[in-house]
């Protein structure tokens, strides 16, 4: 790709350039300002790292010749003489994760004078649409003007370029899960009898999905997979970053209004880590955002939120069915999937 990109540069300079070293120094010395210098389409998209159409419009604009800096935050990779100044990485972290809890307390807080302390379905809803309709922005609002980077440094992609690792969080908190399920009955360690028509389960478990997804898959992933781990990663090497924003999920844990106990803190840690590992692993916020989906779904609809079984013995269930066994075999499943190993003690420039 380097070698192409490089003859494109040779081609259009009609420079027998060495380097490209050699053909930038050309790019800064031509009389016309940078932004009125245009260069065939596939030197822009390397020289600016960005897209500039969509794969189904490449025949249509090959030929075009685009702006070297057309785009309003352009930057080109090889320098970062133009960033912006910024926040300190403390800072930066610290308010966000200070808005996100004031948020979430403001929003429960408000739900629970409207409808009361206790649960329903009316005031799940307007919890999770507030939720996403706030911290989404937030989150947008904070890697515009505290972070001074583009929103694709987060790796949320658009769904059509993210539901296979999307797919594959799911399915690596799934099946392992499913298989506990099995075992509990099997070995009679607890019982499930539904209480509601097959129809009526069905029907939750479609609502469930979607409120879980926007209340805590996306919006959680999407702070602490997303921007903490991002930022985090820029600065310390991959592995130290999955354990700070893990402590940072913890602490968030427990300011939101939960009980403080030893077991929750636990769990909050041992699932961030694991959602942690997802997110290296795939090099997607979306794989994360999956297991998160699939894990809470069914606790959900297995507990006192969805209402729909009546279980005997249920601390084998949760323990084990959905705690120990998939938290332990979901990141070896994710590692057949994926067939990866990640740099841990490497760090992720933040350039984009």
């Given at each position: ?16 350039a060495?380097?490209?070293q050699v053909?930038l120094e050309k790019?800064?010395?031509?009389s016309?300002p940078?932004?009125?210098?245009y ?18 419009e ?10 070297f800096?057309?785009?309003?935050t352009?930057?080109p ?16 972290i610290?308010?966000v994760?200070v ?14 004078e409207?409808f009361g ?19 989404i ?13 583009s929103?694709k ?15 594959m ?8 899960a499913?298989i ?25 478990t479609?609502?469930?999905?979607f409120?879980?997804?926007?209340y ?17 990663a820029?600065?310390?090497p ?15 844990g427990?300011?939101n ?11 909050f840690f041992i ?8 997110r ?10 999956g297991f ?6 069914v ?9 729909q079984f009546d279980?005997?013995?249920s ?14 075999f979901s ?10 190993t ?11």
């Open positions: 790709m380097l070698q192409l990109e490089l003859l494109h540069l040779q081609q259009y300079y009609n420079a027998p060495k380097s490209l053909l790019i800064s010395q031509r016309k940078l932004g009125e210098t260069l065939p389409v596939p030197t822009y998209q390397f020289l600016t790292g960005q897209s500039i159409y969509q794969k189904e490449t025949k249509r604009v090959a030929e075009q010749k685009i702006p800096a057309a785009h309003p352009f930057s990779r090889w320098s970062s003489a133009n960033r912006e100044p910024r926040l300190s990485l403390f800072w930066r610290s308010l994760w808005a996100v809890t004031i948020v979430w307390f403001c929003i429960r807080l408000a739900v629970n409207a302390s206790d649960y329903s379905r009316s005031s799940h809803i307007i919890r999770a649409v507030l939720t996403s309709l706030v911290i922005p937030l989150i947008l609002f904070a890697r515009r003007f505290l972070d001074r980077r929103w440094g987060l790796t949320l992609s658009p769904l059509q370029m993210g539901w296979r690792p999307l797919f969080g799911m399915i690596c908190w799934l099946i392992p499913f506990g399920l099995g075992i509990c009955l099997a070995f009679g360690w607890t019982s499930i009898t539904a209480s509601e028509p097959i129809g009526n389960i069905l029907l939750l479609l609502g469930l999905i409120l879980v997804f926007i805590e898959a996306l919006p959680e992933e999407l702070i602490f997979r997303g921007y903490f781990y991002r930022n985090l820029a600065k310390f991959r592995w130290l970053a999955v354990l700070i924003q893990a402590l940072l999920f913890v602490l968030w427990l300011a209004g939960g009980p403080i106990s030893s077991d929750r803190s636990l769990l699932a961030a880590l694991i959602l942690g590992v997802f290296v692993m795939t090099g997607s916020v979306w794989a994360s955002i998160h989906l699939a894990f809470q779904t606790a959900q609809l297995f507990g006192s939120v969805g209402d279980i005997t013995h601390q084998p269930l949760t323990l084990f069915a959905f705690g120990i066994l998939p938290f332990a990141p070896i499943l994710l590692k057949r999937f994926y067939n990866t990640p740099d841990w003690q490497g760090r992720e420039p933040d350039d984009l």
